[in-house]
């Protein structure tokens, strides 16, 4: 009898199941990948977190757009098509659309796990005149992979990797993920790539942190998912979210801190997991750049920086990379 595929909600499940015992019980420090984070509630806090007064990068990643998309588009090959990694809620790709919009039919691709945000995707940009929308519910490269196979033979890519998501990986993972994203590009694509930028400690400090605590339910919000999901028994109340800024890997750090000694169990997992007080499990790392070290990242990765554009409210940079 052939084997049933698995339903994509059921591989997460089972990958979820997999990796949070995997990485709760790293020798040394406690960890929880960043991206269990983002799942239909977790993505709606994210949201939050973009419009709090304290945290300025989607703002100046959103400013950018807007003032540069005709500069952006201006740069790239026609025609082109747009692949979009980890879209969220679209409303700044709207401005690279409808600049690409007067110049061609243009066809995007956003790709992206939660099936919930490629619905409020295709609300969002469904109405913008010569643009077809074709979501992919897939993680990133696969997604990638499965564009670039159905393009046709004209067609050059635009890659959309905005927001600063590369600053989540760890700065080689990042490298060895633009190099994996070449690899599925061909010459003369091109990828645009947010980076936020190394600031004053005080906004650094300032942005991972705020008064109404949607940072603090964003991260505790992990905690509660595994409970939900595999069975665990976490008290919340015994967890507190903290932000710490890494001066020597230049990246803020989000944990979870234990304020006691405490058992946890994660049944689906068969794990039983004591924690020290004082202990945290690390749940994300936003890495922050200097405008200067993108080029190398480029060079590095496959990629020639083309142009940067970098916002005088809120240090960051869009920067267009070509595949060379
Ligand atoms: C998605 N990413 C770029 C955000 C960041 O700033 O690293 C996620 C985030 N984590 C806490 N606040 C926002």
Request: proline share 4%; net charge negative.
């Amino acid at each position: 009898m052939a084997t049933p595929a698995l339903s994509l909600s059921h591989r997460h499940v089972s990958a979820f199941a997999a990796d949070v015992p995997d990485s709760l019980t790293k020798s040394g420090q406690r960890e929880l990948p960043s991206k269990y984070l983002y799942h239909e509630l977790g993505s709606a806090l994210f949201e939050t977190i973009c419009v709090l007064p304290e945290y300025g990068l989607t703002r100046a990643d959103s400013r950018l757009l807007e003032k540069y998309a005709g500069e952006i588009v201006g740069r790239l090959p026609s025609p082109i098509q747009v692949a979009e990694l980890g879209s969220g809620s679209g409303k700044k790709t709207r401005w690279i659309l409808e600049a690409l919009s007067r110049r061609q039919k243009t066809y995007y691709y956003p790709i992206e796990i939660s099936p919930s945000a490629l619905a409020a995707l295709a609300k969002e940009l469904g109405q913008i005149d010569l643009v077809s929308i074709v979501g992919y519910e897939r993680p990133y490269l696969e997604g990638l992979r499965a564009v670039a196979e159905g393009r046709g033979e004209q067609d050059n890519l635009l890659v959309l990797f905005l927001g600063s998501t590369i600053g989540n990986f760890d700065r080689d993972k990042g490298d060895a993920f633009l190099q994996e994203m070449r690899a599925i590009l061909q010459p003369g694509d091109a990828l645009l790539l947010g980076t936020d930028l190394e600031k004053s400690l005080e906004l650094q400090l300032l942005a991972p942190e705020d008064p109404a605590g949607v940072k603090a339910a964003f991260n505790m919000n992990l905690l509660a998912r595994i409970n939900r999901e595999l069975g665990a028994d976490f008290d919340l109340s015994c967890f507190r979210h903290q932000a710490r800024w890494n001066r020597v890997e230049r990246r803020i750090e989000m944990h979870l801190r234990s304020l006691q000694r405490q058992t946890v169990h994660v049944p689906a997992a068969s794990l039983r997991l004591m924690l020290n007080e004082d202990e945290t499990i690390w749940t994300e790392s936003s890495h922050k750049y200097q405008a200067e070290e993108i080029a190398g990242m480029a060079a590095r990765t496959g990629f020639r920086c083309e142009g940067q554009w970098i916002d005088n409210e809120w240090p960051f940079a869009q920067n267009l990379l070509i595949a060379g």
